[in-house]
């Protein structure tokens, strides 16, 4: 969902990194309550963390597509594999340890990306 909102919708810049915001702002908010709703630690049915965690690994480059398609790819490797500081991070309570272990996986995405870019004069 996050790829095809990311690459269908024409952020500017700026719009983009206010989307990043009130999505992480917001999904943390809505994630604390739905644990709680639910009776569960980090449920599947909360996807809020992934559109936030793609969208930072994404954050700096323009959305083309194959940047959002490898971006998507390695960030749902990182996002499985969880390299630290991931794991521990998701054992933070509430709405933020929902999001925090998908914002490292965004952020590790984003500097493999950027080496693609640098190393291999990828798009």
Same mark, same amino acid.
């Given at each position: 969902?996050?790829?095809?909102l ?14 990043? +915001?009130v ?15 639910l009776g569960?630690? $980090?449920?599947g049915a909360i996807?809020? $963390? ?6 930072l690994?994404?954050l700096?480059f323009p ?7 490898? =971006?998507?790819?390695?960030?749902r490797v990182? $996002?499985i594999?969880?390299?630290?500081p ?9 709405g +933020?340890? +929902?999001?925090?272990? $998908?914002? +490292?996986?965004?952020a ?12 291999? =004069?990828w798009?």
């Open positions: 969902m996050a790829v095809l990311l690459w269908l919708v024409p952020f500017s810049r700026a719009g983009l990194v206010a989307f990043f +915001v999505v992480t702002l917001a999904g943390t908010w809505a994630a604390h309550r739905a644990e709680r709703a569960a630690k $980090d449920p996807v809020v $963390d992934e559109v936030a965690g793609m969208t690994a994404v700096p959305p083309t597509l194959p940047t959002l398609a490898a =971006g998507f790819v390695l960030f990182l $996002d594999v969880k390299p630290p991931a794991r521990a991070s998701e054992r933070a309570p509430g +933020v340890g +929902v999001m925090l272990d $998908d914002l +490292v996986a965004g590790y995405t984003a500097l493999g990306l950027a080496a693609l870019r640098a190393l291999a =004069g798009p």
